[in-house]
């Protein structure tokens, strides 16, 4: 109770193959709403590919599903949860909520208002201008960056320092054979 837990259907006019995109977009937005109700000196930062981190522990998590028809996306759905006022104590990773966080007025109201309101501002910037312009921006809040990291894929680890996303949304690692994709 208190937190804040939406599905929201989104139908942008684009390629199937871009519809990843979109996790990254909502994040940047969702950083923007919640930092305002944040501290100025609380760190918020995007953990690839879905999470929102506030000093290290998760805030909120982010989840897409899409359809479509031939070569035209034909609806997005982005499932998005917000600790508001609690957060789970046995998470895999560590969490956190934003009241703990020292968040002052912000409710369920406030929240989703804040949220809708970035989240058709960033999407209108992607629509415009492209992921380009995402990626830069989620970059420099991505948490990790430049530090050493290990990225699981399957059965493989692989260690490296975080480079960022590239054009495509896929984490770069600079490793002693090579820059890596993720």
Known sequence: PGNLYLSLLLRPDIAPARAGEATFVIALALAAALARFLPS???????????????????SGILLESSSVGTTLDWLVAGIG?????????????????????????????GLEAVLRAIAERQAQWLARGFGAMVAAWNSIAYAMG?????????ARHRGRLLGIDGQGALMLETSPGTREA
């Not at 969490?95 to 406030?110: K, N, R």
């Not at 530090?147 to 059965?155: C, N, P, S």
């Open 41 to 59: 000196e609380r760190a918020l930062r995007c953990k690839w590919p879905n999470d929102l981190l506030v000093d290290g522990g998760k805030v």
């Open 82 to 110: 917000i600790n508001l006022v609690h957060h789970p104590a046995d998470a895999r990773w560590p969490a956190t909520d934003l009241a703990a966080a020292g968040a002052s007025g912000i409710d369920f109201e406030t």
């Open 147 to 155: 530090e050493t990291v290990e990225i699981d894929q399957g059965a």
